[in-house]
């Protein structure tokens, strides 16, 4: 029988970029497609993962066509955590890579202070102006427990909702208040906070160190 078919051409050429610009949760990276393969390039960026060989399958950016020089921007990443990066070029006759590059991202160093046992009274005398009706003063008792030395900020608790797996709708599905929201994302209440783009959560530029509000609690 006659072979028909017609051998694929050349996948592009590249190379990977250092990675600069590490946060606690993201990072900048790039390429320089070096050859096209002869025909256009449909799409290009960077693909990363905790394993060595990251590809098209796992994270990726996609920042446009064309060959030559591009700079892509991860996100969504975690805390203290190594991950291999490489660019990618993908034409008609498949997909190049350059070389990996293995990165880590910062650590968030939540300094803990330990609260010691203890009780208190909560709630407000009846002649407190502006006092709500269920703020009858009653005694408290607190084990001992651990907390941040300081408020958190909208960098870490952006990171706890991606190392949690909270969704778009800001819900705890494992823990044991499946149906409560924790967080709405930040143009639902005020500016700055965090929003959910892209199926992570981050903070909002310019107010990555600021503190998170509107933190829902359940009852």
């Given at each position: 029988?006659?072979?028909?078919?017609?051998?694929?051409?050349p996948?592009?050429?590249?190379?990977?970029?250092?990675?600069?610009?590490?946060?606690?949760?993201?990072?900048?990276?790039?390429?320089?497609?070096?050859?096209?393969?002869?025909?256009?390039?449909?799409?290009?960026?960077?693909?990363?993962?905790?394993?060595?060989?990251?590809?098209?399958?796992?994270?990726?950016?996609?920042?446009?066509?064309?060959?030559?020089?591009?700079?892509?921007?991860?996100?969504?990443?975690?805390?203290?955590?190594?991950?291999?990066?490489?660019?990618?070029?993908?034409?008609?006759?498949?997909?190049?890579?350059?070389?990996?590059?293995?990165?880590?991202?910062?650590?968030?160093?939540?300094?803990?202070?330990?609260?010691?046992?203890?009780?208190?009274?909560?709630?407000?005398?009846?002649?407190?102006?502006?006092?709500?009706?269920?703020?009858?003063?009653?005694?408290?008792?607190?084990?001992?427990?651990?907390?941040?030395?300081?408020?958190i900020?909208n960098?870490?608790?952006?990171?706890?909702?991606?190392?949690?797996?909270?969704?778009?709708?800001?819900?705890?599905?494992?823990?044991i208040?499946?149906?409560?929201?924790?967080?709405?994302?930040?143009?639902?209440?005020?500016?700055?906070?965090?929003?959910?783009t892209?199926?992570?959560?981050?903070?909002?530029?310019?107010?990555?160190?600021?503190?998170?509000?509107?933190?829902?609690?359940?009852?």
């Open positions: 029988d006659d072979d028909t078919s017609i051998p694929a051409g996948e592009p050429e590249l190379t990977t970029t250092a990675v600069t610009d590490i946060t606690q949760l993201g990072a900048k990276c790039g390429g320089n497609i070096t050859s096209a393969g002869g025909i256009n390039i449909t799409e290009r960026g960077v693909c990363w993962s905790k394993g060595p060989t990251p590809t098209i399958a796992d994270s990726r950016t996609n920042d446009g066509d064309g060959a030559g020089t591009f700079t892509s921007e991860m996100n969504g990443l975690i805390p203290s955590t190594t991950y291999y990066v490489r660019s990618y070029a993908t034409n008609t006759n498949g997909t190049g890579y350059g070389a990996a590059i293995m990165f880590q991202t910062l650590s968030l160093d939540v300094t803990m202070v330990s609260i010691p046992a203890g009780g208190f009274v909560m709630g407000s005398p009846l002649s407190e102006v502006g006092r709500n009706t269920n703020e009858i003063k009653h005694s408290v008792t607190l084990s001992a427990f651990r907390m941040s030395k300081f408020e900020t960098t870490e608790f952006a990171s706890f909702l991606n190392t949690q797996n909270i969704g778009a709708d800001g819900r705890y599905a494992s823990g208040y499946p149906t409560q929201t924790l967080i709405y994302v930040s143009s639902f209440y005020t500016v700055g906070g965090v929003d959910y892209l199926g992570y959560w981050a903070p909002v530029k310019g107010y990555e160190n600021q503190p998170e509000n509107n933190v829902k609690t359940v009852s």
